[in-house]
């Protein structure tokens, strides 16, 4: 993994999402990503503004944040960090592995991404730079097919993870459609989701 690794450096995992909402693919992700690499942490960085979804309405940052705070708050190895919200602007990941490293000197960075996020990597910008600034991971996800899109072949390593096929759009839906979300997010996301009235045509 070339100088991204070294002895006694932190080992720091990023799930980047857009989180809308987080639900338990996510969790289950950089649980198992955790476990495998040896991680010391995984930040969530929610999105701030997700220039490739901007053909759809994305919910507020501020709410998007607060779920990944409630979805991850009883983990001590996970933490969220609002760098992409606070930055302005859209979200490039390689201003959040650039931020990331500056808070985090001594420490190694591994990006999770899902496969069908993964498939997509080369259309990021900077993906020259990108690749430098952390070690990716690529997990499956059903409905995907996991494989390397042309990423340098020490920058990129694949996990299969417990299969769960939640998707974020899927949960919106069934909110919009008064079906149940329980058990595809956290019990505090679905409440959160019921209070702030998310997702609801009439909300
Ligand atoms: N069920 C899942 N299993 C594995 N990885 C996942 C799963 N859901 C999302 N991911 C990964 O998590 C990251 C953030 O995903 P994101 O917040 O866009 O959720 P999403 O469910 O894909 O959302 P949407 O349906 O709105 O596009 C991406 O790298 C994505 O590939
Ligand atoms: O850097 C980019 O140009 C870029 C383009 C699309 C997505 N990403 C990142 O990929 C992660 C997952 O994004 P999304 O849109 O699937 O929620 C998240 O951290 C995004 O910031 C990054």
């Known amino acids: 993994m070339g100088e991204q690794t070294g002895p006694g450096k932190r080992r720091l995992g990023v799930m980047g999402g857009?989180?809308?909402?987080?639900?338990?693919?996510?969790?289950?992700?950089?649980?198992?990503?955790?476990?495998?690499?040896?991680?010391?942490?995984?930040?969530?960085?929610?999105?701030?503004?997700?220039?490739?979804?901007?053909?759809?309405?994305?919910?507020?940052a501020e709410d998007r944040y607060l779920m990944t705070v409630i979805a991850t708050a009883s983990n001590p190895q996970f933490s969220v960090s609002r760098i992409d919200i606070d930055r302005g602007g859209p979200t490039y990941t390689t201003d959040t592995l650039r931020d990331l490293r500056r808070l985090n000197e001594n420490a190694d960075l591994f990006f999770i991404t899902g496969a069908d996020a993964l498939a997509q990597i080369l259309t990021w910008r900077d993906t020259d730079e990108l690749f430098s600034l952390a070690h990716f991971i690529g997990v499956t996800r059903p409905g995907h097919i996991l494989a390397n899109p042309g990423l340098p072949e020490d920058r990129v390593s694949f996990v299969e993870v417990p299969a769960l096929a939640i998707s974020s759009s899927d949960c919106r839906a069934r909110v919009a459609q008064g079906d149940p979300v329980w058990y595809l997010v956290p019990d505090?996301?679905?409440r959160y989701i019921d209070k702030r009235k998310l997702y609801r045509h009439d909300g």
């Open 18 to 60: 857009t989180f809308d909402p987080i639900h338990h693919g996510h969790l289950v992700a950089a649980s198992e990503v955790a476990s495998q690499f040896h991680l010391d942490e995984v930040v969530f960085v929610p999105t701030g503004q997700p220039w490739q979804k901007s053909h759809r309405a994305v919910s507020a």
């Open 188 to 190: 505090g996301v679905v």
